[in-house]
């Protein structure tokens, strides 16, 4: 199982980002890779997004909610991950902490993965960050 380990730095409070984040469906507003977000049940989403011009579609379900430190998921059908956010203060507004899980049926193609996801994540971040950045002042 290939996990991997992401890091930002926000400049807004832990309980905005935290607010930002609990509001599954609104991130497809900022990001372009991300296509949809559709709330499919009680914390359970399906997921649209298209990566390097590849479709995929997952369903994800929220497994915990500790405002403003923790949200944890899992991805249900469609693909084989699971992640946690951790938020904590810092000195520019808030220290987020993603680490994900993927994989864990072959290990080549975890290796792979890690190896593609790392620059990925490193980009969606910045994206998210920098379109969400309205949103995270007005909370």
């Keep these: 199982m290939s996990v991997i380990r992401h890091e930002i730095e926000i400049d807004a409070a832990p309980e905005a980002v935290f607010d930002l984040m609990a509001r599954v469906e609104a991130f497809a507003e900022y990001s ?3 296509e949809s977000i559709t709330c499919v049940g009680p914390g359970r989403y399906r997921w649209r997004v298209r990566v ?5 579609s997952f369903d994800v379900e929220v ?74 002042h007005r909370s």
């Design 52 to 56: 390097a011009g590849v479709p995929l």
């Design 32 to 34: 372009e890779a991300i």
């Design 63 to 136: 497994l915990v909610a500790v405002p403003p430190r923790l949200l944890g998921w899992r991805a249900l059908a469609g693909l084989s991950c699971e992640g946690c956010y951790r938020l904590s203060a810092s000195g520019r507004g808030t220290h987020l902490q993603l680490a994900v899980r993927c994989g864990g049926e072959n290990p080549l193609t975890d290796g792979l993965l890690g190896l593609a996801a790392h620059p990925l994540l490193d980009e969606l971040g910045a994206e998210v960050v920098r379109n969400a950045r309205p949103a995270l």
